[in-house]
């Protein structure tokens, strides 16, 4: 493995320039979904953990969209810290993101869900996500009664479903370093606002 050693002269005062600069440099690569993280949620009793996709992020944090009736949304309504870890692995870098999830406003989820393919905003439609279903049939059969419901329409926007930003507190940049010797720095950010910045151990 040749990877340039990071140094903090390498990153931005500002978290969300740094991310985008990985972002981008995660793009350019032959990964199929760069913006594949992993979310973890807890009730404060169970944590759980799964892949979703991040659609955007902004200077707020990092949005997500899903059904509001799934598992994760309902282990956030009880428990609004969040981790997100983004892992490239053909760059040896990783990104782990510490902070709050907030509901988007409808007119942002509306604004996302008008951009998606109909297909999936007939699928958003007609799962109850994380629900126990008897078979796939079900499925099948609701996405036929859904498809009729909306034949020759615009499929407006269910009110199951809608977005989360993680709004970050803490964000930490790691880069693999020969010897298991690797670069992390972590951005920590005050209660009046402001980003520290801090190397941290292998």
């Known amino acids: 493995m040749n990877v340039k050693q990071l140094d903090q002269t390498d990153l931005s005062p500002d978290p969300f320039l740094t991310f985008e600069s990985w972002f981008s440099s995660a793009s350019e690569t032959d990964i199929d979904e760069p913006n594949a993280m992993s979310l973890a949620t807890s009730d404060g009793v169970e944590v759980s953990v799964r892949m979703v996709l991040m659609k955007y992020w902004d200077a707020e944090g990092f949005v997500f969209f899903t059904n509001y009736g799934s598992r994760k949304a309902q282990q956030i309504s ?18 782990r993101i510490e902070g709050v999830a907030k509901r988007v406003s409808a007119a942002e989820s509306f604004k996302y869900f008008a951009t998606r393919p109909r297909g999936s905003q007939l699928g958003a439609w007609c799962s109850e996500q994380s629900t126990t279903i008897s078979s796939r049939e079900v499925l099948s059969s609701k996405l036929e009664e859904i498809k009729r419901k909306f034949a020759n329409r615009e499929i407006p926007l269910p009110s199951m479903w809608g977005g989360f930003r993680v709004v ?3 964000i930490e940049f790691w880069q693999q370093g020969e010897s298991r010797l690797h670069d992390r720095f972590v951005y920590e950010r005050s209660d009046q606002g402001a980003w520290s910045i801090h190397r941290l151990a292998p």
């Open 78 to 95: 009880k428990n609004s810290r969040a981790g997100l870890l983004f892992y490239w692995e053909c760059l040896h870098r990783q990104v």
């Open 168 to 170: 970050p507190h803490r």
